[in-house]
T-cell receptor, first 110, second 110 residues
């Protein structure tokens, strides 16, 4: 079993829909990251969180440390949100290493 | 600031050839990382460094070597390239808990 599991692996939705991507992890962490990767593109950090909730524009990330679970929500989704969304956790010990989920491929149709 | 830069962007190698992937960051970060990303799989850590002169193995170090003679540079060396090393390689640096990724190098070994 992977230390970081994301669901769903693939998600297709219509423009305007509310999107939720889930991430569960099995290890103790110091922080959780949500990353975005556009097709053929680089990887950018969306959020880093260790508790509660963060919001940036139409994106919201939440984390429940007790349940070892995080969600990424996208409100009023748009075709430009089509990308792979990656959850990664930072271990509690040394070197700030990340362990990554396998990613969720999101496609928003106009 | 340029952030994290990688060269080359693309490369095709023949089996048995060697090459060096270059990575440079201008943010004065101590932590640097090399990852590989295979289709449908999460990023895997190859090697990491916590500062100049200090490197350590990640999850998938076989077939690779690194060095860290300066804070800025963290080159990844492939000796005796094999088809299993066909992948996209990302370099990253970390500061303040955030990870910053380079644009990636797409390597094909045939």
């Amino acid at each position: 079993k992977n230390e970081v599991e994301q669901s769903p692996q693939n998600l297709t939705a219509q423009e305007g829909e509310f999107i939720t991507i889930n991430c569960s992890y099995s290890v103790g962490i110091s922080a959780l990251h949500w990353l975005q990767q556009h097709p053929g593109g680089g990887i950018v950090s969306l959020f880093m969180l260790s508790s509660g909730k963060k919001k940036h524009g139409r994106l919201i990330a939440t984390i429940n440390i007790q349940e070892k679970h995080s969600s990424l929500h996208i409100t009023a989704s748009h075709p430009r949100d089509s990308a792979v969304y990656i959850c990664a956790v930072r271990s509690m010990v040394g070197a700030q290493k990340l362990v990554f989920g396998q990613g969720t491929r999101l496609t928003i149709n106009p | 600031n340029a952030g994290v830069t990688q060269t080359p962007k693309f490369r095709i190698l023949k089996i048995g050839q060697s090459m060096t992937l270059q990575c440079t960051q201008d943010m004065n970060h101590n932590y640097m990382y090399w990852y590989r990303q295979d289709p449908g799989m999460g990023l895997k850590l190859i090697y990491y460094s916590v500062g100049a002169g200090i490197t350590d193995k990640g999850e998938v170090p076989n077939g690779y070597n690194v060095s860290r003679s300066t804070t800025e540079d963290f080159p990844l060396r492939l000796e005796l390239a094999a088809p299993s090393q066909t992948s996209v390689y990302f370099c990253a640096s970390s500061g303040g808990g955030e990870q910053y990724f380079g644009p990636g190098t797409r390597l094909t070994v045939t």
